[in-house]
């Protein structure tokens, strides 16, 4: 890890959270879970959900208290926390979600809570807040807003930005990141690890909680795992990996985070031949086998994405052909795709996978309401027979097929949006990003039920940005560059960071695959 | 450190793909929203200052405005309850007592007055009444947590029944010095209701569009996480919202007992008007949300219209026609702004 600024003192420390325990009700959240961070350092917190990250989160912010356990800040014991000394303390948090008001200009969602005013009135001072607003962006950011530009009109990164600034405002000792990169691409992460490390290297602490693995790795100094409500390991970062920590906190072997089915491929499904849409992706040719799962990755702007898109019929492209079975398919909707029996199951699935206020069999049967529809009534015994069926199957943890989906989940939410197309019979199903968000139980669970829709004679298409997941579960994976399918790895004989290469476009024999 | 310029770039990575049309169109919608409204606005009143020569007179600018003075402060105080409970039409800060509120608050000035009792205690009636009003709305939406719709519905029944009881159905006359200075002209011959509206938007502008009460006014009702996460505490805001409104109430019905020299039936009648008006004044705010100076354009807006087509003698039946369809106009087009906002 780079020591860049040496000065910084990196001893003692500034949290220390010792045998924590709390009930909630007759449920233990947490039993007997630690926690210590060093100063100036950036400390990572993984668990699955449910193993009291969240808890032990809250409790730090003060907005639980312990039921045993003791916490020191600063070496100083305090036997509990609320909100208000949490803050005096100097730890502040930066929510998952951006909690900015959209009306709001910069300078007023900055200051809310601690406005300004005119000096002898009752009046706020919009321009001291838009002057403070301006300096402070430009002097860590960089960044160059309009005055009267509004939270509703930036980007998801910039609204970030502005959420950090409210709490560098405060000149914190210690930021907690709860989950930051969740709605960010990965370029913006790549500049918001730029950021925290700049920030630790000025003697900020950092506790960074996230769920990819991936990140802790390349971001943290150390990592603190939990699992049931405790904790099971800290480790330092020069010393694991992302596999080990995976592996920790779900209490398996390494090899069983990715399982993988042998599964005999069959003749070619899905046949793409120089497809072409102007400005986003050219020339693309690839087949997709029955039985088999083909990764496909690439960069924002890579194509990949708009890709998918084309097939499933929600763009359209310019030139090329798209057989299905051999057929010549014109997938120019969604729904011309799915009567060829493609499935597509969305990156953003609350919004496009499943509806969140109808019940898991209504979802479940939402793609193939044609089959359980009599004389244009809705046969209700048939729909709740196929979804249970489908529940069983796909083990959905719900309190019945009659709940509603936005009471799961964001495992068990794609699960659902995956059974909704099984129903239908679907031969081709297109995941984009199937296991964003989800934690890594989830995940093995999609990838278990990636591997059976294989098994089942299906041709799997997954775009992902997790390479250590196309690497585990695909047969194949393509990558894509500027549009174009640069590279094409047999996914047993590479790693993640060959494909990254490729990735990035670094890869040396840049070559076109048929 | 080497990132600044790192740094602005992470900003706008999303710019790229963001810069088609439909994105364009969506940047645009507001300031095409807002600038239609106003538009509407003058075309209005350019037409009946065309049509009708009386219409662009101080006298009658005077007296719009004066007429204006009573709904105008009483969509001043659903304003405010919209500000702080979101501006969701359905689900959002929503105020149907108001105008049943300001019946009692009138009936409630003109029994004192009747009864022997002075301005100042029948003022200070009106006004208890009024803040009683906003308090059992405060309590039914953040005690019992009925959505605001719902509750002040209730609360318009109780309160219009409360009127009934009052008054018998009757109309109480009401006289006395401070009712006449109210209902007569004020400086250059325009009435003084009409100094009062434009003296009540200002202190309630000034407080609401100005202070940090009324910045966090609006972070509650837009957004209470947000609020939350900022050490705010919501409920008293929304509490405050109604009791304010309440408030307004009061002040409506003094006016209203002056302007009509007591009490009289029908103060229900005015609901509508005062759900378009705030529902309209939005369209007049750069970011599309309830203010009070949006309130006063679109209060002085369907003041001028229904002015003008008294003018014109179009029929008055008309008028509720014109104030429905505004309604539907001015919700369909925020909603659907809102809706694509939200892709």
Known sequence: MSDAAGTVVRSGEVIRLEGIVKHFGGSTALSGASLSVRRGTIHGLVGQNGAGKSTLIKLLAGLHRQDAGEIEIEGKPYDRLTPHLVEELGIHFIHQDRLLVPSFTVGEALFLGREPRIPGTPFLDRRLMQRRAAEILGRYFGLRLPNSALIAELSTAEKQIIQITRALLNQPKVLVFDEPTAALVHREAEILFRLIRRLRDEGITVVYISHYLNEIEELCDAVTVLRNGRDVATLEIGETSAAEIGALMVNRDVSELYPKREVAIGGTVLKVEGLSSPGRYEGVTFSLHKGEILGLTGLLGSGAKELVRTLFGLEQSGEGTVEVNGKVVWTASPAAAARNKLALVPEDRRRHGVALDLSVAENATLASLSRFTRFGFLDRTAEILQAENLVDRLQIKTNGSDALVKTLSGGNQQKVAIAKWLSRHSEIYILDEPTVGVDIAAKIEIYTLIGELAARGAGVLVLSSDLDELVGITDRTLVMFRGRIVREFVSSETSADRILAAVAGASETLRHVG | MSVDTDLSSYADTQEGAAKRDPELLRRLAPFLLRGGAILAFIAVFVFFAVSAPFFFTAGNIGNVLAQSAIPGVLVIGLTIVMIAGGSNVVTGGMDLSLAANMGLSAAVYATLSQAGHGDAAAIAGALATGLAVGAVNAAAVVLAGIIPLLATLAVMNVVAGFELVLTQNTVIPAASDFLSILSALGPFGIPALAYVLVGFTAIVALIVQNT?????????????????????????????????????????????????????????????????????????SRRLVPTVTGTLLSALFVGFLINGFQLLNISSTLVSGVQGLLILLVVSATTLLNRREMQ
């Open chain 2, 212 to 284: 940090p009460f009324g910045l966090r006014l609006y972070a509650v009702g837009e957004f209470p996480e947000a609020a939350r996460a900022a050490g705010l505490s919501v409920r008293p805001f929304v509490a405050g919202s109604f009791v304010a409104s309440g408030f307004c109430g009061g002040v409506a019905g003094i006016l209203s007992a002056s302007y009509l020299s007591g009490s009289t039936t029908g103060a229900g009648e005015m609901l509508l008007p005062v759900v378009v008006t705030a529902l309209l004044g939005t369209v007049f």
